[in-house]
């Protein structure tokens, strides 16, 4: 994983996290005045990774654990220990430190923080699939505002999560282009955020992993400066760990195109 400021901003309000033990992996993206932005992101990121650094009881419902829901919108309907409900409290979690911090200082009234996850399952514990080629992990991701993942499986490049913001609101509704959507003056505006709100609801998906997949989590300093073929370009030459040089490879590459915000990626590979 890399951040870089980018060629015109002097701070970065982005973050990157991972707990690779556990199979977490996190990118922010922080939104608000002065350095209100970069408190959100890393405090996000740390909040998240803590709620997942620890295992829960498979006997212990959602409700019960840390003596209240985990969901801010209502009793989450999994499992305790299922990857969803450990994500829904996650960024949860994340959004109560952001929201709560930014209530005690007026500097930071308002603050939030895009956020993108990856939750890799462990394989062993996992019952076989007869259909897959190779069995493989799942990969479950949590996503809140317009940072985004991508899969690059067999030289295509697929967005897996869908941006919230008014732009892709917009464009869903057929009121613009995909192209108009890219330039659009208001396309930073998102419509939902963790920590700018007493709650927040993330998009939760489980997705198959398989051997030679790569999995990029990248805030959108990058995807607004490189188009999905020069993703797929720069991700086509990776073979295998180590992952560094394609993570500098996208960020330079960006750079490259303008670099007028901050630039945050981080890759998974599959084995």
């Known amino acids: 994983m890399l951040s870089h400021p980018g060629r015109v901003r002097h701070l970065n309000q982005d973050a990157c996290a991972a707990l690779p033990e556990h199979g977490v992996f996190v990118v922010c993206d922080g939104v608000g005045g002065a350095a209100a932005g970069e408190v959100a992101s890393h405090l996000a990121a740390e909040a998240f990774l803590a709620s997942l650094a620890h295992p829960i009881h498979p006997g212990r419902t959602a409700k019960a654990v840390a003596g209240s829901?985990?969901?801010?919108?209502?009793?989450?309907?999994?499992?305790?220990?299922?990857?969803?409900?450990?994500?829904?409290?996650?960024?949860?979690?994340?959004?109560?430190?952001?929201?709560?911090?930014?209530?005690?200082?007026?500097?930071?009234?308002?603050?939030?923080?895009?956020?993108?996850?990856?939750?890799?399952?462990?394989?062993?514990?996992?019952?076989?699939?007869?259909?897959?080629?190779?069995?493989g992990p799942t990969l479950?991701?949590?996503?809140?505002?317009?940072?985004?993942?991508?899969?690059?499986?067999?030289?295509?490049?697929h967005l897996l999560t869908q941006d919230h913001s008014l732009v892709e609101e917009q464009f869903r509704a057929g009121l613009i282009s995909r192209l108009q959507a890219a330039t659009s003056p208001i396309r930073n505006i998102i419509t939902r955020a963790v920590g700018s709100q007493p709650s927040v609801?993330?998009?939760?998906?489980?997705?198959?992993?398989?051997?030679?997949?790569?999995?990029?989590?990248?805030?959108?300093?990058?995807?607004?400066?490189?188009?999905?073929?020069?993703?797929?370009?720069?991700?086509?030459?990776?073979?295998?760990?180590?992952?560094?040089?394609?993570?500098?490879?996208?960020?330079?590459?960006?750079?490259?195109?303008?670099?007028?915000?901050?630039i945050t990626v981080l890759l998974i590979a599959c084995l």
């Open 69 to 135: 829901a985990p969901a801010d919108n209502g009793p989450e309907p999994y499992p305790a220990n299922h990857p969803h409900a450990r994500l829904q409290r996650a960024v949860c979690a994340a959004n109560r430190a952001v929201f709560h911090r930014a209530q005690r200082a007026r500097a930071l009234r308002g603050m939030g923080t895009t956020l993108v996850a990856a939750l890799l399952e462990d394989a062993a514990l996992l019952p076989h699939d007869p259909s897959a080629a190779v069995p």
């Open 140 to 157: 479950w991701l949590a996503h809140v505002g317009d940072s985004r993942c991508y899969l690059f499986r067999r030289g295509a490049l």
């Open 201 to 262: 609801e993330p998009d939760i998906a489980a997705h198959a992993a398989y051997p030679g997949d790569l999995f990029l989590l990248a805030s959108d300093g990058l995807s607004r400066e490189l188009d999905d073929d020069a993703i797929a370009r720069i991700l086509g030459r990776v073979s295998g760990p180590p992952l560094e040089p394609p993570c500098q490879a996208l960020v330079d590459a960006a750079n490259a195109h303008g670099g007028r915000d901050n």
